[in-house]
């Protein structure tokens, strides 16, 4: 409720309606998710009612993590650096979960971590990862577990056959279902 011209808030607010008795959370930042997540449920069991912990719960990710996570992965896995900076803040510390999956390059450098598109650090190991992490479309795995569909569609769109032949594998597809994949995909990544 900033007056014309003024900075734009970063902090969040909470409504309610009570003609829908629907609660909205509107603004706030992505860093500050999880403070949002405990006003809102503290609004909706009211100040009798048990105080949320996510702010005290650690998060997946938090074992195995350092802040020098990324040089442990270049060195044990002989990945490059942009690759390994970003399993670091994707993954955190199952970053070392995903490099367990990673394929040899067949190059001397980088040594593992098949990437899916040049100058991306978008690993095949992730698509193995995200299945697991029961991912099942691969406009799943272009657009949301990697990203690459949002940044760069023709990357995303010359990704796509590996993507849907590696999920095919992991996930058991027949031919048929590969195929519905694909035309699925591409026809959402050519929609950007």
Request: hydrophobic share 35%.
């Amino acid at each position: 409720h900033a007056p014309p011209g003024a900075p734009a808030s970063r902090d969040h607010i909470i409504s309610f309606n009570p003609e829908s008795g629907v609660l909205f959370v509107a603004g706030g930042k992505w860093t500050t998710w999880r403070e949002m997540a405990q006003d809102v449920v503290d609004r909706i069991v009211g100040p009798n009612g048990p105080k949320c912990k996510t702010l005290t719960l650690p998060l997946l990710g938090r074992d195995g993590y350092s802040p020098n996570l990324s040089v442990q992965l270049i060195q044990k896995h002989g990945m490059t650096q942009d690759t390994a900076e970003h399993l670091a803040r994707a993954y955190g510390g199952r970053a070392w979960d995903v490099c367990e999956l990673s394929q040899p390059t067949q190059t001397s450098w980088p040594r593992f971590g098949v990437a899916l598109a040049p100058n991306y650090p978008y690993q095949e190991a992730e698509v193995i990862y995200a299945c697991r992490e029961y991912a099942c479309t691969v406009e799943d795995v272009l657009s949301r577990r990697t990203r690459l569909a949002f940044l760069n569609k023709d990357a995303a769109l010359a990704a796509l056959d590996r993507v849907a032949d590696i999920m095919a594998i992991e996930l058991g597809w027949s031919e048929t279902t590969k195929q519905e994949q694909k035309e699925a995909a591409r026809s959402y990544v050519e929609s950007y």
